[in-house]
């Protein structure tokens, strides 16, 4: 349980670094911003507690916020983030498969689910963030064209990220 926090505790600090000193400074015309730091909500382990994930999500964005100037975007973003994986894996997972399973990583959960988790996650994370951006629908064709961008760039992070630390499973 101890090793669980610490790992967790680790990828927190290691994300929002990346994030902050070397992801902020990418983009391409404003169109394609990379989010790795939602990778530690999508990691997080499934016995977590809703109240926890909610907690832990909101810290992300509020610490993410800080650095980006942004009032409150990432949090209310990466509420909305931990809210649809709670309706996700509650629809994917079965009960018995969260004891024999205890993390959703690639390794474990296969290719196949754990890319159309980082899809959903990701797209339903970026358009909730551009659209508090933005504020309005007078853009949205823009608006839109950088949540499918920027959700390309942070899917294939997050894909690359998991394959580096890739394990298979121990069945």
């Not at 909610?54 to 942004?70: K, N």
């Not at 969260?98 to 339903?124: A, H, N, S, V």
């Not at 951006?133 to 608006?143: H, L, V």
Request: glycine share 4%; aromatic share 18%; hydrophobic share 55%.
């Amino acid at each position: 349980m101890i090793r669980i926090i610490i790992n967790n505790l680790i990828r927190f600090v290691v994300l929002v670094f990346i994030q902050v000193f070397l992801l902020k400074n990418i983009g391409y015309y404003n169109l394609a911003t990379p989010f790795l730091y939602i990778l530690f909500v999508l990691l997080l382990p499934f016995e977590t507690p809703n109240i926890l994930l909610f907690v832990l999500s909101f810290l992300l964005g509020l610490t993410i916020d800080t650095f980006y100037d942004t009032l409150g975007i990432n949090a209310a973003a990466t509420c909305v983030l931990a809210f649809v994986r709670i309706i996700f894996i509650n629809l994917t997972v079965q009960r018995q498969g969260l004891e024999t399973e205890p993390e959703p990583k690639l390794g474990i959960m296969g290719f196949r689910w754990f890319f159309f988790y980082t899809l959903i996650l990701t797209l339903f994370h970026h358009l909730t963030l551009f659209l508090l951006e933005t504020f309005t629908f007078s853009d949205i064709k823009y608006t839109l064209i950088r949540v499918v961008l920027s959700s390309i760039f942070t899917i294939v992070l997050v894909l690359l990220s998991e394959f580096i630390f890739f394990r298979k499973k121990e069945r």
